[in-house]
């Protein structure tokens, strides 16, 4: 029996083990959906945290398929042949989270998607992207029911958000060489819309021997009114009669996207006195994201569809499923320190267009608990994206990459968090 009890001391580390996950992953992921709060033995805790991500992807070799479209920072394939892709981004999240009874309810908000490219309008690709940033805001309400099962007690877990999600994109839309100093040439799309998704999961856990698994399914959350505006007023009508794009105005677009849902496998048990082991698994859905096709709104009684008849642009992401696997180990020195380590590797969604590559991380992270009621956690990460190249391809009999071509090799991200809950 003493040796149960010194296994189930490292009950703290459970949930301080996801903060040295890294969340820089596939797709638009930055952290995607955590719940793991909800798990707290606590019956009241308050939690709040930030991760701050630091990746350095840079792009080589660069090569401007048709110098004639507006490249680099005066046209005619002039500009740089590389190019710092990435920017820092911080994750914010904050949680609430009370039980009564065998009902846990857990209330959260999370930015779970998203992004920010800045190469600049300096670089030879610059008529395929000068900027871009994607940002998301979740509200979720997630409820869990436990009841006895064998030596230890089954959970069934649900919930709900609601999803918020932003954007922009810059490029060079024709050689402002061509404007004679009466505009940048550069177009600027901008989109917004919300939605609803859903969870469901279950749980078993043994807490006398620090065990626990879970597995857990978020729903899709569609984005069926993606609305937004593409601004050309940079681009005067001095082109106009190239080309019957709407140069020189603003015009109102719509599509459709959807968020993509995901399925999580977490287990981690007590292995020795004051020793956690911890892994997961998760898979996400990042292939719903393709070819996103914009069209003017006064089209609206026609189906907006990539290459069609009415697409004025689209958001060109081309993306395949991705996969996350980690493994750690967390260790309880005392009643007021913690520590843990973990591996993580994430198999990237690019594959032959676009700059997400594999990535492999280790993070390190130390949990302190000055009273029994407050516990500060900071870690960091350090990892490597992979190398590889980007060009044309062609998909569904439309061509997309087919304005420049790079490669890069293996760049770092590093990371650091820290985070404070207050429980009761």
Same mark, same amino acid.
């Given at each position: 029996?003493? =040796? ?5 001391? @490292? ?22 959906? $955590? ?6 033995? =606590? &019956? ?5 945290? @930030? ?9 080589? *070799? +660069? ?42 309810? !857990? /209330? *959260? ?18 008529? $395929? ?15 869990? #029911? ?6 230890? &007690? ?17 490029? #060079?839309? %024709? $050689?402002?060489? !061509? /404007? ?19 969870? +469901? ?8 021997? +620090?065990?626990?698994? =879970? ?14 505006? @593409?601004? /050309? ?5 001095? %082109? ?24 999580? /496998? ?5 292995? +020795? ?16 994201? &393709? ?20 697409? !004025?642009?689209?958001?060109?992401? !081309? ?14 020195? $005392? ?59 062609? &998909? ?6 087919? *304005? ?11 990371? %650091?968090?820290?985070?404070?809950? %207050?429980?009761?």
């Amino acid at each position: 029996m003493a =040796s149960r009890m010194a296994s189930a001391s @490292v009950l703290s580390l459970a949930l301080f083990s996801t903060l040295v996950q890294p969340s820089f992953a596939g797709g638009l992921d930055r952290g995607g959906y $955590n719940i793991d709060q909800l798990f707290d033995a =606590s &019956q009241f805790s308050i939690q709040s945290g @930030v991760i701050y991500i630091m990746p350095q992807r840079k792009l080589k *070799d +660069a090569k401007d398929t048709n110098p004639a479209d507006g490249s680099g920072s005066n046209g005619f394939g002039a500009g740089s042949t590389t190019a710092d892709d990435t920017e820092n981004f911080a994750i914010p999240y904050g949680g609430i989270k009370g039980g009564y009874g065998d009902v846990d309810c !857990l /209330l *959260d908000y999370s930015e779970p998607f998203g992004a920010h490219t800045n190469p600049g309008a300096n670089w030879v690709g610059a008529q $395929n992207n000068i900027e871009t940033e994607i940002k998301t805001r979740n509200y979720a309400a997630t409820c869990s #029911y436990k009841f006895d099962v064998g030596p230890g &007690q089954l959970r069934v877990i649900g919930g709900t958000f609601y999803q918020e999600v932003e954007g922009f994109k810059e490029r #060079y839309v %024709v $050689n402002p060489a !061509l /404007l004679g100093g009466t505009g940048t040439g550069i177009g600027r799309l901008d989109l917004e819309d919300q939605g609803w998704g859903w969870r +469901a999961g279950v749980a078993y856990e043994i807490p006398e021997y +620090a065990l626990r698994a =879970s597995l857990v399914y978020n729903s899709r959350v569609k984005y069926d009114n993606l609305t937004g505006t @593409v601004d /050309l007023t940079q681009v005067t009508g001095a %082109v106009a009669p190239y080309n019957t794009a709407p140069y020189g105005t603003v015009t109102n677009v719509f599509g459709a996207a959807e968020a993509p849902d995901s399925l999580e /496998l977490k287990l981690q048990s007590g292995i +020795a006195p004051d020793w956690l082991a911890f892994g997961s698994v998760k898979w996400t859905n990042w292939s719903v994201l &393709q070819s996103i096709a914009l069209c003017p709104t006064s089209t609206r009684s026609i189906k907006c569809t990539p290459g069609g008849a009415t697409e !004025l642009t689209s958001l060109d992401l !081309l993306y395949r499923d991705g996969w996350t696997v980690t493994g750690g180990v967390g260790h309880k020195f $005392n009643d007021q320190w913690s520590g843990a380590v973990s591996l993580t590797w994430d198999r990237g969604t690019s594959h032959g267009y676009g700059a997400q590559t594999d990535s492999w991380t280790v993070g390190v992270g130390a949990a302190y608990s000055p009273t029994e009621n407050i516990e500060w956690r900071f870690a960091g990460a350090l990892g490597i994206l992979t190398s590889g190249s980007s060009g044309a391809i062609t &998909q569904n009999g439309i061509t997309y990459g087919d *304005d420049v071509s790079y490669s890069f090799g293996n760049d770092l991200i590093a990371a %650091v968090s820290t985070s404070i809950k %207050v429980k009761f």
